[in-house]
């Protein structure tokens, strides 16, 4: 059975930074596409960045210069540090297993506010 748990998430003011992990129990990471996505009020769920196999990367354009994705595949997490924050970026934050093994986390908190 697969497991993701992510955490990291919080309350940082606009400018700041966050990192947020996802640990995986069930799946080795290393062999896996992983994403980050978010959900912000009363929107759809969105891509962030997604880390391949291979480690190749992609970001969504509003986040692409400011978040990176990693993965540290001794701990067998995937991470997302998250810098320059805009209020904007406030969402529950999933973490999601792309293939070949699928699941979704149960999300952490992001809030960007003053």
């Known amino acids: 059975q697969v497991q993701l748990v992510e955490s990291g998430g919080g309350l940082v003011q606009p400018g700041g930074s966050l990192r947020l992990s996802c640990a995986a129990s069930?799946?080795?990471?290393?062999?896996?596409?992983m994403g980050w996505y978010r959900q912000a009020p009363g929107e759809q769920r969105e891509l962030v960045a997604r880390?391949?196999?291979?480690?190749?990367?992609i970001y969504a354009d509003s986040v692409r210069g400011r978040f990176t994705i990693s993965r540290d595949n001794a701990k067998n997490t995937v991470d997302l540090q998250m810098n320059s924050l805009k209020p904007e970026d406030t969402a529950v934050y999933y973490c999601?297993?792309?293939?070949?093994?699928?699941?979704w986390g149960q999300g952490t908190q992001v809030t960007v506010s003053s």
């Open positions: 999601k297993a792309e293939g070949p093994r699928y699941a």
């Open positions: 880390i391949s196999n291979s480690g190749s990367t």
């Open positions: 069930g799946i080795f990471l290393r062999i896996n596409t």
